[in-house]
């Protein structure tokens, strides 16, 4: 079987496909309270065309893919394009990365797919500043859907990204959330170019910043084995049923053993997280391109994969400005 390698001998098996670009919070870290400008809806890959990229990319030893948005449940017959997606055999873990506030009444048909894990977006456990970081008020909604996913046979993460001056005050408070409960709380480095010019950082809550924090008020903490490839360094509190992790989102010191690509809602094929994009595949799609010449594109695309995502910046010439739902959260 033909793979997808990279010239420094990484095996691509993980894809992070936005399914909209659209989302229906207005996070203060992600975009300005008046949104962004989304594209219009011919622009956006149709489900028909997602599926037969996965199925490509599968074909090619692609077996994670994680759905992403924007957020993925407000875009209509969601559910549907899920099921169709997990009747291919060759995907070994299909992950979805939710807000959760439209997530609760589908969770029951979830189990019933080959649906492996639910990252829930949560950045506070307080309602009031939940409601202020998100511009909206639904923060009984996504606690209620956190609540149902617990208590469901998905796998839950929770991502909260590490807010300076806004949430840091909380960090301790999700860690104990770990303790009752089995679910894996990841603390993520806050971007300081998504929704670029929306918010002053008084200082920044890097990975060894919040691991200092954290180990100072436990005295004892196990480290966690995780696979070669994971985003997170992952511990935990002994004795508590979940775990916590840290991902170095922007100091990317996981880049080494990256095994991901991207695809936007646009079709906007991206090598790295911080890149311009390479290609669109959705344009070589509706002209007609065969599933070979795809398989080509493709192998040709990752074998010139950046190193890190410190080079792709510097390649791409200009500051990353995109909000994360126009890049694919």
Not at 215 to 236: A, D, F, G, Q, W
Not at 249 to 268: K, Q, S, V
């Amino acid at each position: 079987m033909q793979e997808l390698k990279d010239k420094f001998g990484r095996k691509i098996t993980y894809l992070r496909l936005a399914i909209t670009d659209r989302c229906n919070f207005r996070c203060q870290y992600c975009m300005p309270a008046q949104g962004i400008n989304i594209v219009d809806r011919k622009e956006l890959l149709s489900y028909k065309e997602m599926y037969r990229i996965t199925r490509v990319l599968s074909e090619l030893g692609v077996n994670k893919v994680r759905l992403t948005g924007g957020e993925p449940f407000v875009r209509k017959d969601f559910m549907n394009f899920l099921e169709s997606l997990s009747f291919n055999e060759k995907l070994e873990e299909i992950n979805i990365t939710t807000n959760g506030a439209l997530i609760s009444s589908h969770i029951e048909k979830l189990e019933t797919l080959n649906i492996n894990a639910i990252n829930l977006s949560i950045d506070s456990l307080q309602k009031e500043k939940f409601d202020k970081i998100t511009r909206r008020t639904v923060f009984k909604d996504v606690y209620n859907s956190f609540e149902k996913l617990e208590k469901s046979k998905l796998k839950l993460k929770l991502n909260v990204v590490v807010q300076s001056g806004f949430n840091t005050d909380e960090i301790i408070d999700f860690v104990e959330l770990s303790k009752d409960k089995n679910i894996a709380v990841r603390f993520i480095e806050e971007m300081p170019f998504n929704g670029k010019g929306q918010r002053d950082m008084n200082e920044v809550w890097n990975f060894n910043k919040i691991n200092a924090h954290i180990k100072n008020h436990y005295p004892h903490i196990e480290t966690v084995l995780s696979k070669k490839s994971s985003t997170s360094l992952n511990y935990r509190i002994p004795n508590y049923k979940g775990t916590f992790g840290i991902i170095p989102a922007f100091t990317r010191t996981i880049c080494n053993d990256c095994n991901r690509i991207r695809i936007t809602a646009t079709g906007l094929f991206k090598n790295c997280l911080f890149d311009g994009g390479v290609f669109n595949v959705r344009d070589f799609l509706r002209n007609g391109a065969s599933d070979d010449e795809l398989k080509e594109l493709f192998i040709d695309t990752v074998h010139h994969k950046p190193e890190n995502g410190f080079i792709a910046e510097a390649l791409r010439g200009v500051d990353v400005s995109e909000s994360m739902s126009t890049i694919g959260g």
